[in-house]
């Protein structure tokens, strides 16, 4: 059975490193609405331009981005050009990164509303 077949990387003979875990639907409950705003202010970013981060930040595909902002397909893949440019990030996970350092950010100087600590992942230490 060749290694494709197999489901083992090429030329390795392990499996396939898995990137990402699925994420829920909505991670922008990681933020609250007030932490969001303050977010968006220190990133400098219009309402419509906060409206879209969210999205993106949320994992929704240009078209559910679209329909959801009343917009046109090309209209959101400007914007998205645009967003990208004003935060200086290529791509989707660069731009989630961005607004993450950005609460940290708030979260350490003590400017965000409501925060008293950075969102936290539960880590199993047992293994």
């Known amino acids: 059975m060749s290694q494709r077949k197999s489901g083992m990387s090429p030329g390795l003979g392990l499996p396939p490193l898995v990137v990402r875990a699925p994420l829920s639907d909505d991670r922008t409950a990681a933020l609250s609405d007030a932490q969001w705003e ?22 929704k595909k240009q078209l559910a981005i679209a329909g959801e902002m009343g917009l046109g397909l090309g209209t ?13 990030v290529t791509n989707r996970s660069e731009l989630v990164a961005r607004v993450l350092f950005a609460h940290l950010i708030l979260v350490r100087e003590g400017d965000l509303d409501g925060a008293t600590a950075a969102p936290t992942v539960a880590v199993d230490e047992r293994s």
Do not use: C, M, P
Not at 38 to 50: N, Y
Not at 76 to 88: A, C, E, H, P, S
């Open 38 to 59: 303050e977010v968006i202010d220190e990133l400098s970013l219009s309402a419509r331009q906060g409206e879209l981060v969210r999205h993106i930040f949320n994992g």
């Open 76 to 88: 959101i893949k400007t914007y998205f050009r645009r967003v990208y440019r004003k935060l200086g």
